[in-house]
């Protein structure tokens, strides 16, 4: 801050080493009261956060925040201090957009890529907490797999792609969410609900329902095939797995699919997941962007809640988990109004 003295001298009592980031750390732990799920939000480690806020605190020689029970919650000096931080991003925010509708053809929006199993699941709960981040920012959705979806990140068409990550060219970075298994999911009428060992012979006699031809999926279940040395004697590609999951409910065939996305139907008992014999059919889950730019809070903070959300909205007996020395996971959460 600049001030202009009685002896009309300027004098800086700006905090040299606070950062707008930092600021924008500070108000978010104030509003969700997790360091862990701050964390999530601004795509930094736990470590991070709390390095930051002792940092603030110590510049400002007073405590922000004090804690209580497994939450936290803001002092006396930090309530004060958030209604000047957020009028000082608030004015920040509306100036940069000022300038971008002056001198630009207008604001850039986020222009993101789900594969629609996965956007099933977590794109809700990401956007409502995105919009209560950035109520300013419009959010562009589309729906591809992975092969197209990567296509439109090299492009510059889309910012960021959530899909099954595999075989990255070296101008996309890939941040993984979760991988899986695909394993068969029938009818709890059809024979194999019961049956402990499914042969070469059986698969190669049955009728299957997969997932389009143009997708990783597809060439996974390919390959899966070839090393069990079976060629199929007939199937039907379809491009939903609600669809697939409505076929195999009637017995109509087998469905090769990740059992998360047929978690509710597993549970009830209208369909069965049996594990896929010798061989494991194993996918990435990443979010992918363009690996020579750096990223926009925006798109960390939108990159952020696709972890929190991949986390706490896909059923965990179904996934493997990133390892926790690749990033931090946060702890303990569970989305507003779950």
């Not at 930094?44 to 110590?58: D, K, N, P």
């Not at 029938?186 to 609900?193: E, I, L």
């Not at 990435?284 to 990223?295: I, M, P």
């Not at 952020?304 to 946060?330: F, N």
């Amino acid at each position: 801050m600049i001030v202009l003295d009685a002896n009309h001298e300027y004098h800086s009592y700006m905090l040299e080493d606070v950062d707008l980031k930092l600021l924008r750390t500070f108000a978010i732990l104030a509003r969700v009261g997790s360091f862990t799920r701050s964390a999530a939000l601004m795509d930094v480690t736990q470590s991070a956060v709390s390095h930051g806020i002792r940092r603030l605190e110590s510049r400002l020689g007073c405590s922000l925040f004090y804690k209580k029970g497994k939450s936290i919650h803001l002092t006396p000096e930090g309530r004060f201090f958030l209604g000047h931080v957020q009028r000082m991003l608030d004015l920040f925010d509306r100036t940069v957009q000022s300038v971008g509708k002056k001198f630009q053809e207008g604001r850039r929006d986020l222009n993101v890529t789900f594969a629609g199993s996965v956007a099933y699941f977590i794109l809700a709960p990401v956007l409502r907490e995105f919009r209560e981040c950035y109520p300013d920012v419009s959010v562009i959705v589309r729906l591809e797999d992975a092969p197209l979806a990567q296509k439109a990140v090299e492009e510059g068409n889309t910012d960021l792609a959530i899909v099954v990550e595999d075989r990255l060219p070296k101008s996309l970075k890939a941040h993984e969410l979760f991988q899986d298994r695909l394993q068969f999911v029938v009818s709890p009428r059809h024979s194999w609900a019961e049956r402990q060992r499914i042969t070469a012979r059986d698969i190669s006699a049955e009728h299957f329902l997969l997932y389009g031809r143009n997708t990783i999926t597809f060439r996974e279940i390919e390959d899966f095939l070839l090393k069990m040395g079976v060629k199929l004697s007939s199937h039907v590609e379809i491009p939903s797995f609600e669809i697939m999951k409505q076929l195999a409910q009637l017995g109509l065939g087998v469905a090769i699919m990740a059992p998360w996305v047929a978690a509710r139907e597993l549970q009830e008992g209208s369909l069965v997941a049996r594990p896929l014999p010798r061989f494991l059919i194993r996918r990435r889950w990443s979010v992918v962007h363009q690996a020579g730019r750096e990223l926009s809070q925006a798109e960390h903070t939108f990159l952020g809640l696709c972890r929190l959300a991949a986390k706490t909205k896909i059923p965990s007996d179904w996934v493997v988990r990133r390892p926790a020395a690749l990033a931090p996971e946060p702890q303990n959460l569970r989305w507003a109004g779950a």
